[in-house]
C-alpha cells in the first residue's frame, strides 16, 4: 500500500496534517450528512451517504465529475510555461488546477506527452496537487487519476519505474501466475504515485495478424487463453482494493485492419463469433470484479446495426454489457479525440450520445468546453435527465469510495521510495521476461552463442523510438546486455526502412564479427530489412534474429537458422532475449498467436503453442 503519512520528505512535501485537514474541509463539509462516504473492510459502500453527496451537488458540478480530462505540466500549479501555453490552447485554462476550479473534473488522465509522468517524485507530487486542488474546492470531491500502463509498448510512467513485458509476451509465458503478480506489483507502484485508475489490462483477442492498433498488447489469439490471462492481471491490481483495473476495448478490437484512433473500424463477427471469440475476456473480467471496462469505437453490424460506433450504443452497453453480462461497474469511453467516434457525429453530440447509451466516464474529448456545455445543455432541454447523470455519478463515487480516496487521497514521497523501481520488484520483471522469450527457429542449433566461438557480435537492425520510458534505442540495448554477458558486441542501427547505404555499411561491419544479431520490426513482403537480412546471410557469418515487435516477421525470412520473438522492444524483454541468446536461460515462450506462412496467409507456419527450447532448464 502506498504510504499515506505526512511530513517534509526532501525537496518535496507531502501535506501536513493541517494543509490536509483545511483541503478537506469542503469534502467533510459535504459529507455531514452521513459521515465518512469511505468504504468498509470488505470494499463494500455506503450508497446512502453517497447518494446524500450527489444530492448537495449542483448540475455543473455534476456535469464535471463525469469528465476524465488530460492536462499538460508536471505540477498542478506551476507548470512550464510551454505547459500553461498548451493548456490555454485546448483548454482555456492555465493549470490542473485551474481546470478543477472551472469544470470539476471527476477525473485526469496522465500522459507523458503532457509532461505530467517526467520522474516518480514528481509524479507523486503532481497527484497530491491535483487532489489538494479539488478538494479545496466548495463540496470538493476527490479526484481518480488515470494513465494507460499497459506495460510492453504502452506505457505512461517509465524508469526508474519497474516496467514488466507487455500482454502477448506474458501470453508466451502462459503463467497466469506472472500475469497476477504483474498487476501486484505494478498496481502498487501505481497506487504509490497517486495512479488509482489503470487503463489495462486489453482483453482483445488479436485473431488479425494485420491489427495495427492491437497486436502485441494482446495476449493472444485463443480466447479461453486470453480470458486467464485477463482475469489474472485484474486481480493483480485490485487485490488491495486501492487501484482499479480497466478491460478494454469492449465489445472486443482483436480483429481489425484499421486503427480506430485514424479512422472506423467494422467488425464483422457474427452474433456467434462474438459470443465465442470476442466476449470470453470481458465475461472473466466481470467475473474477477473487474472494477472499469472501456468501450472502443469499432461498428459491430451484428450488435448493433445503426451504424454507431460500440461507444454510442445503447443495444451494445447498455443492453449487453449491462443487461446480458450483467456488469454493473463503471464503463469508460476510449479517448473522445480518436476518429473512430468523431466520423458520424460531431463533437457536441458524442458525450450525449455515449451516456445515453450507458457510459459513465466521458475520457479525454477534444474540447471540454463543448462536450461539458453540450451535455450540460441535454439536461436543461431536457434529452438527458439530472437522475440519468446521477445514476453515472453513484457509480464513479462507488468506485472513488472502494478506493479509499475519501479517506487517504494523498500520497508521500517516502512511499514513492518504498514501492517504485524497487530491487525487488526488477528482479521480479526480469524474471517474467526470460519466461516469455520464444525461440521460433534454431536449425542446427546455432543457438545458444558461445563467448569463446562467437566473442565477437554486431548488434544492427530497426531502432524504433523506445517505448514506455525505456532507454533504448534496441540495438544498443541489446548490444549492452551482451556485453555485460561476456561478448564483444557493437551496435549499428540500420532502421526500419535501411537504405541501400545503410545495409552496405552494416554488411562490412558484420564481416569483422563472430555472428550477427539483427532486429526485425513489423517486416513485410517489400520491406529493405528482408534485403538487410539476406545480405547479412551471404556474408556467411552465423545471424540471429530477433522479432522486436510481432513474432509474424519469421515467415518473412525463411533463410534465418535462428528467430527469437521478444514482442516488444523495451528494455525488459530485450535483456531477457540477450540472455536466451548467451543460453543464460533456456527460451521457454510458447506462440499465443498463429504465424502464417508469407506466400499463402491461409496456411499455418508457427502453429498457437510453437516454441522451441535447448533442453535445459
Not at 458540478?61 to 480530462?69: A, C, H, S
Not at 552496405?504 to 529493405?528: F, I, L, M
Not at 527469437?564 to 543464460?584: C, K, N, P
Request: one cysteine or more; charged letters at 20%; glycine letters at 10%.
Amino acid at each position: 500500500m502506498p504510504d499515506t503519512s505526512t511530513g517534509s520528505m526532501g525537496n518535496a512535501s507531502v501535506p501536513s496534517r493541517r494543509t490536509v485537514l483545511a483541503a478537506t474541509a469542503g469534502m467533510t463539509s459535504a459529507l455531514a450528512l452521513g459521515g465518512t462516504a469511505h468504504a468498509g473492510p470488505d470494499g463494500k459502500h455506503d450508497d446512502r451517504k453517497l447518494r446524500a453527496l450527489i444530492a448537495r451537488m449542483t448540475l455543473p458540478e455534476k456535469v464535471g465529475q463525469l469528465f476524465v480530462m488530460r492536462v499538460y505540466g508536471h505540477s498542478a500549479t506551476a507548470p512550464d510555461q510551454a505547459d500553461i501555453d498548451a493548456n490555454l490552447k485546448e483548454i482555456g485554462v492555465r493549470t490542473a488546477a485551474e481546470l478543477i476550479a472551472k469544470y470539476r473534473v471527476g477525473g485526469i488522465i496522465y500522459f507523458t506527452w503532457a509532461h505530467n509522468t517526467r520522474a516518480p517524485h514528481q509524479i507523486a507530487d503532481l497527484s497530491n496537487g491535483i487532489q489538494r486542488a479539488s478538494l479545496t474546492q466548495p463540496r470538493g470531491l476527490p479526484v481518480l487519476v488515470s494513465t494507460d500502463q499497459e506495460h510492453g509498448i504502452v506505457c505512461r510512467v517509465g524508469e526508474p519505474a519497474t516496467l514488466f513485458p507487455g500482454a502477448m509476451a506474458v501470453g508466451a509465458g502462459g503463467s497466469r501466475a506472472d500475469a497476477r503478480t504483474l498487476g501486484r506489483v505494478a498496481g502498487q507502484e501505481l497506487r504509490a504515485l497517486g495512479i488509482r485508475q489503470n487503463y489495462s489490462p486489453v482483453a482483445d483477442v488479436n485473431v488479425n495478424p494485420a491489427n495495427p492498433v492491437i497486436g502485441v498488447r494482446s495476449f493472444g489469439a485463443e480466447p479461453a487463453a486470453v480470458a486467464g490471462m485477463v482475469a489474472a492481471e485484474v486481480a493483480g491490481y485490485q487485490h488491495s482494493r486501492q487501484l482499479a483495473a480497466t478491460a478494454k476495448h469492449f465489445p472486443g478490437h482483436g480483429d481489425t485492419a484499421v486503427d480506430s484512433h485514424y479512422g472506423f473500424p467494422v467488425i464483422t463477427h457474427t452474433r456467434e463469433q462474438w459470443n465465442q471469440l470476442d466476449a470470453p475476456p470481458f465475461q472473466a473480467a466481470i467475473r474477477a470484479g473487474i472494477d472499469s471496462i472501456m468501450t472502443a469505437h469499432i461498428m459491430v453490424p451484428a450488435l448493433d446495426d445503426s451504424g454507431d460506433p460500440a461507444t454510442l450504443s445503447r443495444p451494445i452497453l447498455t443492453g449487453i454489457l449491462r443487461e446480458e453480462l450483467g456488469y454493473d461497474g463503471l464503463v469508460v469511453t476510449d479517448s473522445l479525440g480518436m476518429e473512430g467516434v468523431r466520423t458520424k457525429y460531431g463533437d457536441d453530440r458524442v458525450p450525449v450520445l455515449a451516456l445515453k447509451a450507458g457510459v459513465d466516464q466521458l475520457l479525454n474529448p477534444p474540447s471540454l468546453d463543448i462536450a461539458w456545455n453540450a451535455v450540460l445543455k441535454a439536461v436543461q432541454d431536457g434529452e438527458l435527465t439530472e437522475a440519468r447523470l446521477d445514476e453515472s455519478i453513484l457509480r464513479i463515487l462507488r468506485l472513488k469510495a472502494k478506493l479509499r480516496l475519501f479517506d487517504a487521497p494523498y500520497v508521500s514521497q517516502g512511499g514513492v521510495d518504498r514501492n517504485v523501481g524497487t530491487a525487488s520488484h526488477l528482479r521480479t520483471a526480469d524474471r517474467i521476461a526470460e519466461r516469455t522469450t520464444t525461440l521460433l527457429v534454431n536449425e542446427g542449433s546455432l543457438l545458444p552463442l558461445s563467448r569463446r566461438s562467437h566473442p565477437k557480435i554486431l548488434v544492427v537492425g530497426a531502432d524504433p523510438a523506445s517505448p514506455s520510458g525505456t532507454t533504448g534505442p534496441p540495438t544498443g540495448v541489446l548490444a549492452a546486455a551482451l556485453t555485460e554477458l561476456g561478448f564483444t558486441a557493437t551496435a549499428l542501427s540500420t532502421g526500419t526502412a535501411p537504405s541501400s547505404t545503410a545495409i552496405a555499411k552494416a554488411v562490412e561491419a558484420a564481416r569483422a564479427a563472430d555472428a550477427v544479431v539483427v532486429g526485425t520490426y513489423n517486416v513485410t513482403a517489400s520491406s529493405t530489412q528482408k534485403a538487410l537480412v539476406e545480405q547479412l546471410l551471404a556474408t556467411g557469418r552465423p545471424v540471429v534474429a530477433v522479432a522486436v515487435r510481432n513474432p509474424y516477421d519469421v515467415a518473412h525470412l525463411p533463410a534465418v537458422r535462428a528467430y527469437l520473438a521478444s514482442y516488444s522492444w523495451t528494455d525488459v524483454e530485450l535483456r531477457a532475449a540477450a540472455r536466451v541468446i548467451a543460453g543464460r536461460v533456456a527460451p521457454r515462450g510458447k506462440l499465443p498467436v498463429p504465424v502464417q506462412r508469407a506466400d499463402d496467409a491461409t496456411r499455418v507456419l508457427y502453429p498457437i503453442g510453437h516454441g522451441l527450447s535447448y533442453g535445459r532448464g
